[in-house]
């Protein structure tokens, strides 16, 4: 059937968003702990900072969710970016730890605000357009890899920036003028972030339009947020479909804190050096992303090759899982057709988790209307930060070596497994037009 042409500026409006949420946080990815250091932050500060953001977004997840679902999401995209380009000032120009962890705190409203919110548009134009048994695949995935390829992006163009403007090639490296005022050749990325992001404010109020929504007053939002979320979170508990895709987050978060915690200290054992270390995580964080996106794109291949969604979410978290399995067996050597394998190990991850994303989400859209979709997707991503805090703690405290690797493996697996049984379909009723729709609008 041919696809509508309205349908295809929806989507194509959905993988520019995209594009733009992400490409200003690879430009900060490359450069912020340096910058930071460069600011006298010890590493203990700059750890202490981070845990302020990660808090910050962790608390206001499901509440923010709830707000898109109250009050649009085109408003809820405008503010995370307004909001963001405060941020990106702040700690692009910031010389003190307060002003630092202001601005960090800022990026972790903002990115509160933002989660699901773009996704959540998405689905609810195009089912109001096309009804609520519409194809979402597809565009779910080129949205995950617009925002793959945006991180990788940003982060070759936040290296490369610094010592394009005189960093050179030596991170240590002072340049004696140029460092004694507020910008720094490592403050750019992230002023250039800010750029980028109020070109995202002035393209969402532009260009997206949602479903008409009935007025929202103070009152309704704050009697409609609580019940909002309070229903997104019931969700989990009745709907096996939905449990399934949150166990499912909650075993991709896992593997994910282990490979952040664990890939920079095996690239530093490799290289012999920090400095080298950290470019050669830089790249091999670049290629992570570039292969996330690449499992994106090929998720409704996977999909129509696996048989359905749910049996391509198997396969592809399988994957995975085999990666996973593949870096605990390289963990006791550096000898180079070890470390061959263990990059191999590291590309099937993310190849499985990019390709696996999508369709989950194609089904879990299936479970929600449009009243609580943000805040489903808030509680998804909940699911996927609290457990890999958690894994953090616990990977942190094991001695280093196999033992880690496989534990997580493990678990991404089990999440894998989760998906061997077939769960009856059924797509949630269309309520994107019902104004009484959402508990709590008056």
Do not use: K
């Amino acid at each position: 059937m041919t696809e509508l042409p309205e349908l295809r500026t929806v989507r194509r409006r959905y993988v520019t968003v995209c594009a733009l949420l992400w490409l200003p946080s690879g430009l900060g990815l490359a450069s912020m702990v340096l910058l930071f250091g460069e600011r006298g932050m010890s590493l203990a500060a700059v750890a202490g900072l981070f845990a302020a953001q990660s808090l910050t977004v962790a608390v206001l997840e499901l509440p923010t969710g709830g707000l898109s679902d109250v009050l649009g999401r085109r408003s809820v995209l405008a503010m995370a970016g307004a909001l963001n380009v405060v941020a990106c000032v702040l700690v692009g120009l910031g010389t003190t730890a307060w002003v630092l962890a202001a601005g960090l705190m800022l990026m972790g409203v903002a990115r509160a605000l933002a989660s699901g919110t773009a996704e959540a548009w998405y689905v609810d134009t195009v089912q109001e357009r096309s009804g609520p048994d519409t194809e979402l695949r597809t565009g779910l995935a080129r949205g995950g890899s617009a925002t793959s390829a945006a991180l990788a992006a940003g982060m070759l163009l936040g290296g490369a920036l610094p010592w394009l403007l005189g960093l050179g090639p030596d991170p240590g490296a002072r340049l004696s003028e140029a460092t004694s005022g507020a910008v720094l050749p490592l403050s750019v990325p992230l002023l250039l972030g800010a750029a980028v992001r109020v070109v995202l404010v002035c393209y969402v109020l532009a260009v997206l339009r949602e479903p008409p929504r009935p007025p929202a007053t103070l009152r309704s939002v704050l009697r409609g947020v609580p019940v909002t979320v309070l229903d997104g979170l019931r969700l989990g508990g009745r709907d096996a479909l939905v449990r399934r895709v949150l166990l499912t987050a909650a075993a991709v978060g896992s593997a994910l804190a282990t490979i952040e915690l664990l890939i920079p200290g095996r690239t530093v054992e490799l290289t012999g050096a920090p400095g080298s270390g950290a470019m050669v995580y830089a790249a091999l964080a670049c290629a992570g992303f570039v292969c996330n996106g690449l499992g994106s794109h090929l998720a409704p291949f996977a999909a129509r090759a696996a048989g359905s969604g749910e049996r391509a979410v198997l396969v592809c978290l399988g994957a995975g899982a085999g990666g996973m399995l593949l870096l605990g067996g390289t963990a006791t050597t550096t000898h180079p057709l070890v470390t061959a394998l263990a990059v191999v190990g590291f590309c099937l991850l993310y190849l499985g988790i990019g390709a696996a994303s999508p369709n989950q989400n194609a089904l879990l859209h299936r479970r929600v209307t449009s009243a609580g979709r943000a805040t489903a997707l808030s509680v998804q991503s909940l699911a996927l930060q609290l457990v890999g805090a958690l894994t953090g703690l616990v990977v942190g405290a094991l001695r280093p070596g196999p033992l880690p690797w496989l534990l997580t493996g493990a678990v991404l697996l089990s999440g894998a497994l989760l998906w061997l049984r077939r769960v009856e379909a059924r797509s949630a009723p269309d309520t994107t037009l019902t104004p009484d729709s959402r508990a709590g609008v008056s």
